[in-house]
């Protein structure tokens, strides 16, 4: 069975970090695109940072760029999002998701499985 589990959400005060994770199970993320996306209350889910299979190439929104970094380690079937200096605007519900290597990076709709979300709430 397909799953990809994201933990390490919570509620942080604004300029304080924090690092979310992303599990994969039934699969191996080494051949897959993998991407962090969030939903804020009331707005459109929108791509956060993704990063390519084979190459590893990033992608992140002008919106954290500086601030966010993704990464993966394949030996742990597991991709990250360090979450730097973070500001209230961060707040939304995180998502994890694949999708077949050589997809356009961060691209919603291109992206096959997902999880069940995180939520992280920046606030004093």
């Known amino acids: 069975q397909v799953q990809l589990v994201e933990s390490g959400g919570g509620l942080v005060q604004p300029g304080n970090s924090l690092r979310l994770s992303c599990v994969a199970s039934?699969?191996?993320?080494?051949?897959?695109?993998v991407g962090w996306f969030r939903q804020a209350p009331g707005k459109e889910r929108e791509g956060v940072s993704c990063?390519?299979?084979?190459?590893?190439?990033?992608f992140s929104a002008d919106s954290v760029k500086g601030r966010f970094t993704i990464s993966r380690d394949n030996a742990k079937n597991t991709v990250y999002l360090q979450m730097n200096s973070l500001k209230p605007e961060d707040t939304a519900v995180y998502y994890c998701?694949?999708?077949?290597?050589?997809?356009?990076?961060?691209?919603?709709?291109?992206?096959?499985?997902w999880g069940q979300g995180t939520s992280v709430t920046v606030s004093s």
């Open positions: 998701a694949a999708g077949v290597d050589g997809i356009r990076l961060c691209v919603l709709h291109e992206y096959d499985y």
């Open positions: 039934g699969f191996t993320l080494d051949y897959y695109a």
């Open positions: 990063i390519s299979g084979k190459d590893g190439s990033t």
